[in-house]
């Protein structure tokens, strides 16, 4: 029939009642947007933190890339870079010839024939951080114009430490509790995640507090036993 035949999409429709029967329109055009050409479907970050507070940090991005030449990253304040890779399918690596322009590192990208075919783009980078603080804060490069779909952060504490509590605008896959004054084992790492980061939004930030491993988890029996050691010596002392 009639409608088989129309090719634009029906805005509105109207009935006239009586006469005269005209009706005046205006009709303004939609902004006009660029194509989504880069997306960023999976953002993998990886970070050890050492004893005085020191990191080092993976990040993993897994991109499609339809058009543009360049990946633009914009690393943390203060950070080290080490290398940049980009990941091949058979899962080695090869060193790329990124270029640093102001705050900006642009990491060049291949442009597949086929879009949906993601490239691996690796980037590893160090941060000094403050010696001596309790609360170790990471963030992480901002995109400025790939959205990313999804991004999972993994933290390790190393040296005998442990993780305690932490803050930022990601989820935490576990909620990390820590006890005192003793207790076994520990959360020796913490994951989080985020989903829809458009690009040149804020970065994404975790604040992670370490304390020694034996303060985290634990048995409520050794946590008796070492309530009543500490009686005892408080007597002995006076």
């Known amino acids: 029939g009639y409608a088989a035949i129309v090719r634009a999409p029906v805005i509105g429709a109207y009935k006239y009642v009586r006469r005269p029967h005209a009706a005046r329109l205006r009709v303004t055009p939609l902004d006009t947007a660029r194509m989504i050409d880069q997306v960023v479907d999976y953002l993998s970050l990886t970070t050890t933190i050492g004893r005085d507070g020191e990191s080092q940090t993976r990040a993993l991005y897994c991109i499609k890339n339809a058009s543009r030449q360049y990946l633009s990253v914009r690393l943390p304040a203060g950070v080290s870079l080490w290398y ?48 001596g603080r309790r609360t170790v804060s990471l963030t992480a490069p901002v995109l400025q114009d790939a959205p990313v779909t999804y991004a999972c952060w993994e933290v390790h ?51 992670v507090e370490l304390v020694p491993r034996w303060m985290a988890g634990g048995s409520r029996r050794i946590l008796g036993v070492a309530g009543i050691a500490g009686v005892l010596l408080l007597l002995v002392a006076v």
């Open 84 to 131: 940049v890779r980009q990941v091949l399918p058979d899962g080695q690596t090869r060193d790329l010839a990124a270029q640093q322009r102001a705050d900006e590192l642009l990491v060049p990208v291949d442009r597949p024939r086929d879009p949906n075919q993601a490239v691996s783009i690796e980037i590893t980078y160090a941060d000094a951080g403050q010696k």
């Open 157 to 207: 504490a190393g040296d005998k430490r442990a993780i305690g509590r932490t803050s930022g605008n990601l989820t935490p896959v576990d909620t990390v509790t820590v006890r005192f004054p003793i207790a076994t084992g520990g959360h020796t790492s913490g994951q989080f995640y985020r989903t829809a980061n458009l690009s040149g939004e804020e970065a994404l930030v975790l604040q």
